[in-house]
């Protein structure tokens, strides 16, 4: 089965190709227009969308080597995300299907999530924990088998990603933030700020970043300019190793509770590549097998959707050309 992926949740116009399968191509176009406003703007999202996805689409079947005549199925994400950018990949999907007399299906862009590490570790079998870190989702997910899924830790207010922006704008570093904290904390001395590790005493499974914002806020705010300067590599590198230290926390405590040694990390966090080297080292200090998936896959892609799709289309499910998109789709939704 040959499976078109299309991803437009976000500022990713993202296209790709499955064959019974196996990645055959991925096309990721990244918006770099919403770094001018420190933070997605969705109507310019949306526009990026309309004017790009369809030589996205072209470009992903031309690396394939596969004329859409070839194509059984699109695989589209409906949620979660932003409505209109959502709703120009979901009516790019709906009228190619119509166009080509094949079934769609609408993914959930967290399932997508979930299965990236698949695409090049298909020997990772069930079950196994999830840790979706994204700018919109901290999560940890038991997954039991395709579309069995528990969620043992959740955010109660900031993501991990979300949490890198703020600081990245408090240190006044330019959007997306994650890249940028990690550049300017290269060489810093992470041990330089003592930032917290927020724990909360009502879930010890959960994870929680606003306290960690306003520290570094409050930090900042007591520096001039020119000690902010002197200090920001020290200050990016001891926030940086706030957040990752209080994922890894939270993981370690659920690998405790469900005695599951797999993981899967996915979303753009995973890479970040200080999270990759201490997530190495719990590996090696508990016996976990902790997997990430390329680079490529760790942001917004089709791939992701085509794979989740693929699975779903396999199992005999389509939809209805009413499938609405829906912003705020969880993933037990």
Known sequence: MIVLGIETSCDETSAAVIQDGFLKSNIVLSQEIH??????????????????????????????????????????????????????????????????????????????????????????????????????????????????????SNTVDDAAGEAFDKGARILGLKYPGGPEIQRVATGGDSTAFDFPRPRLKRSELDFSFSGLKTAILYTCKKMNANELIMNQSDIAASYQEAIIDTLLEKLE????????????????????????????????????????????????????????????????EISTLDLPAIPNLTLAG
């Not at 689409?57 to 959502?86: C, F, H, P």
């Not at 979930?114 to 919109?136: E, K, R």
Request: hydrophobic share 45%; aromatic share 8%.
């Open 253 to 316: 405590k659920v690998h405790l509770k469900t005695n599951i040694n797999k993981v899967s990390v996915a979303g753009g966090v995973a890479a970040n590549s200080r999270f990759r080297e201490k997530a190495s080292d719990l590996s090696q200090k508990i016996g976990l097998n902790i997997q990430f998936p390329k680079m490529e896959l760790c942001t917004d892609n089709a791939a992701m959707i085509a794979m989740a799709g693929y699975e779903r289309l396999n199992g005999g």
């Open 35 to 152: 770094g001018e406003y420190g933070g997605v703007v969705p109507e310019i999202a949306s526009r990026e969308h309309e004017v790009h996805l369809t030589s996205i689409i072209a470009l992903a079947l031309q690396r394939a080597s596969i004329s859409k005549e070839n194509v059984d199925a699109i695989a589209v994400t409906y949620g979660a995300g932003l409505m209109g950018a959502l709703l120009v990949g979901l009516n790019v999907a709906k009228g190619l299907a119509i166009g080509l007399n094949i079934p769609f299906l609408g993914v959930n862009h967290m399932e997508g999530h979930l299965y990236a590490n698949m695409i090049d570790n298909p020997q990772m079998d069930y079950p196994f924990l999830c840790m979706l870190v994204s700018g919109g989702h901290t999560q940890i997910w038991r997954v039991d088998s395709f579309g069995e899924y528990t969620l043992f």
